[in-house]
């Protein structure tokens, strides 16, 4: 029962803070992601009662399963976290050993455990034993180039339980530049009997087969690639049904931003909906040349009803440029 949700899985979405909320969840959902994660939760946050904290955990209908992604140091309050996002309904819940983040290391969490084993397995033993749901982490190659330690933290990984690990493989020093190591996957691939969640770069249907056939994993876990292309997780069960792939026609990508922004003032209220929306439009529209100037507008818009106006406005304007439904911008 443990692993049945990771059998049969292709894709997933990334835990993105501050992205990765119930209405992007729900849009990539749609598109055939099959599970999805929150961003980072504070286990203390959690345990203290923070209300910020718990919101991370809000969802919309129709999302697909949940990870709950927790953070910290402690290994008793990583177990009370946890039981408190399975009380809140998480599917799974997901440990964060990979955050590079000044304000997260500070504390002692993310990647800075992969320098402390020890405590690793202490935050997944203790996890494990809170709640009754698969328990899975997310790692990163290592601390720097000379401590590349995920083999070994993968293996602690799965001895106490992890029912599946993603790396991230970047060490900590690289933070998100330069291109991820997809060699460290295959070698971690080779090392469990766990899934393996292979993550990092993986931008195109291209860079999915290139990934799948170089380290063998069975799921891709997809971050900054499926913002403003939701569409990317269609297109990899299309390929794996042996389906032609569908275009993204401009309709398609304007009706995305309406619903998105739909899904936003749904969960977040208007205001909120509104402002938090801003950051998805340099994505949605990264390849229309044409329109870009609208960014400008967009990310000032005050209402729900100015963005709706201004993506009419879009709308019409490629058309008058001649750009037919089916065609894609890219
Ligand atoms: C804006 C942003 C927020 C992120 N937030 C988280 C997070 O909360 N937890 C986490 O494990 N990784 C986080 N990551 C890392 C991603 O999950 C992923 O590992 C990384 O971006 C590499 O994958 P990609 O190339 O598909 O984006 C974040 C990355 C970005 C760009």
Same mark, same amino acid.
Not at 12 to 25: F, K, M, N, Q, T
Not at 40 to 57: F, N
Not at 118 to 138: C, F, G, N, W, Y
């Given at each position: 029962?443990?692993?049945?949700?990771?059998?049969?899985?292709?894709?997933?979405?990334?835990?993105?803070?501050?992205?990765?909320?119930?209405?992007?969840?729900?849009?990539?959902?749609?598109?055939?992601?099959?599970?999805?994660?929150?961003?980072?939760?504070?286990?203390?946050?959690?345990?203290?009662?923070?209300?910020?904290?718990?919101?991370?955990?809000?969802?919309?209908?129709?999302?697909?399963? %949940?990870?709950?992604?927790?953070?910290?140091?402690?290994?008793?309050?990583?177990?009370?976290?946890?039981?408190?996002?399975?009380?809140?309904?998480?599917?799974?819940?997901?440990?964060?050993?990979?955050?590079?983040?000044?304000?997260?290391? @500070? @504390?002692?969490?993310?990647?800075?455990?992969?320098?402390?084993?020890?405590?690793?397995?202490?935050?997944?033993?203790?996890?494990?034993?809170?709640?009754?749901?698969?328990?899975?982490?997310?790692?990163?190659?290592?601390?720097?180039?000379?401590?590349?330690?995920?083999?070994?933290?993968?293996?602690?990984?799965?001895?106490?339980?992890?029912?599946?690990?993603?790396?991230?493989?970047?060490?900590?020093?690289?933070?998100?530049?330069?291109?991820?190591?997809?060699?460290?996957?295959?070698?971690? @691939?080779?090392?469990?009997?766990?899934?393996?969640?292979?993550?990092?770069?993986?931008?195109?249907?291209?860079?999915?087969?290139?990934?799948?056939?170089?380290?063998?994993?069975?799921?891709?876990?997809?971050?900054?690639?499926? %913002?403003?292309?939701?569409?990317?997780?269609? #297109?990899?069960?299309?390929?794996?049904?042996?389906?032609?792939?569908? #275009?993204?026609?401009?309709?398609?990508?304007?009706?995305?931003?309406?619903?998105?922004?739909?899904?936003?003032?749904?969960?977040?209220?208007?205001?909120?909906?509104?402002?938090?929306?801003?950051?998805?439009?340099?994505?949605?529209?990264?390849?229309?040349?044409?329109?870009?100037?609208? @960014?400008?507008?967009?990310?000032?818009?005050?209402?729900?009803?100015?963005?709706?106006?201004?993506?009419?406005?879009?709308? #019409? #304007?490629?058309?008058?440029?001649?750009?037919?439904?089916?065609?894609?911008?890219?």
């Amino acid at each position: 029962m443990k692993r049945d949700l990771f059998s049969g899985s292709l894709a997933c979405l990334a835990p993105l803070a501050g992205y990765s909320d119930a209405p992007l969840r729900l849009i990539a959902a749609e598109c055939g992601a099959d599970f999805a994660f929150t961003g980072l939760v504070s286990a203390d946050g959690l345990v203290r009662g923070g209300a910020g904290s718990a919101a991370l955990m809000g969802r919309l209908a129709g999302e697909a399963p %949940l990870g709950v992604q927790i953070f910290g140091a402690a290994p008793d309050h990583l177990g009370r976290a946890a039981a408190i996002a399975a009380g809140s309904g998480a599917d799974f819940i997901d440990l964060n050993f990979g955050c590079p983040v000044k304000k997260v290391i @500070r @504390r002692n969490g993310g990647v800075s455990i992969m320098r402390d084993l020890d405590l690793m397995e202490r935050i997944v033993r203790a996890v494990v034993a809170s709640v009754d749901l698969p328990v899975t982490a997310k790692i990163r190659s290592g601390w720097s180039d000379e401590e590349r330690n995920f083999i070994e933290a993968g293996r602690l990984l799965e001895s106490c339980g992890a029912a599946a690990v993603t790396l991230h493989p970047r060490p900590r020093s690289q933070g998100f530049s330069g291109s991820a190591h997809w060699e460290d996957i295959a070698a971690l @691939r080779a090392e469990l009997a766990i899934p393996v969640i292979a993550n990092g770069d993986i931008r195109t249907l291209a860079d999915h087969a290139e990934v799948t056939r170089l380290t063998g994993c069975a799921i891709a876990m997809i971050g900054r690639g499926a %913002l403003g292309n939701p569409w990317i997780f269609r #297109e990899i069960k299309d390929a794996a049904r042996g389906r032609p792939p569908r #275009e993204t026609g401009i309709d398609e990508r304007l009706d995305t931003i309406e619903r998105h922004l739909a899904l936003m003032v749904d969960f977040f209220g208007e205001d909120r909906g509104v402002r938090e929306m801003r950051k998805f439009y340099r994505w949605y529209l990264r390849s229309f040349d044409d329109i870009r100037k609208y @960014r400008a507008a967009l990310v000032i818009a005050p209402r729900a009803r100015d963005v709706a106006a201004l993506v009419a406005a879009m709308r #019409e #304007e490629l058309r008058g440029n001649g750009r037919s439904e089916a065609q894609e911008a890219s």
